[in-house]
């Protein structure tokens, strides 16, 4: 199983969204998805997990990686509704990841960021 991803730019804010389950066999889509984003657009990067049905040790670290991925590029990585588990990103040296507890907090938190503008997701993407 892999995931699905959707990356929305608004005018200084990236909105990366995620579905399905974020496990080994879903990281290399996903270290392509955040390569995506970081072409694209320019400020923070808000990992939305609504649709995310739970992640791996090696999916969160991945989220890690992007983190400093993201971090080389001059942009910060924040989360949006982490999955039910409760499980987080692993600390250590990696800069700091802001956490909101859904998308609209994370959105409302940037609320100058402007109007969406251009987004692009993977081919099975849900629509409902």
């Known amino acids: ?6 990356y929305t730019v608004q005018q200084d804010l990236g909105v990366l969204s995620l ?15 955040v390569g995506w984003a970081v072409a694209r657009g320019t ?3 808000v990992l939305d997990l609504t649709r ?8 969160q670290v991945a989220v890690a990686d992007a983190a400093l991925r993201l971090r080389a590029a001059g942009r910060a990585l924040e ?4 999955p039910a ?18 998308l609209a ?10 109007a969406e503008q251009r ?3 993977s081919d099975a993407w849900p629509t409902t």
């Not at 989360?79 to 982490?82: E, Q, S």
């Open 79 to 82: 989360l949006a509704a982490i």
């Open 19 to 33: 579905a399905g389950f974020l496990g080994a066999d879903a990281v290399s889509r996903f270290s392509g998805a």
């Open 1 to 6: 199983m892999t995931i699905e991803w959707r």
């Open 119 to 121: 987004a692009w997701r």
């Open 52 to 59: 995310l049905r739970g992640w791996s040790a090696g999916g």
């Open 85 to 102: 588990d409760g499980s987080l990103v692993p600390g250590g040296e990696g800069p700091p990841v802001l956490i909101h507890r859904d």
């Open 43 to 45: 400020g923070p990067v």
């Open 105 to 114: 907090a994370a959105l409302a938190a940037h609320r100058d960021a402007g």
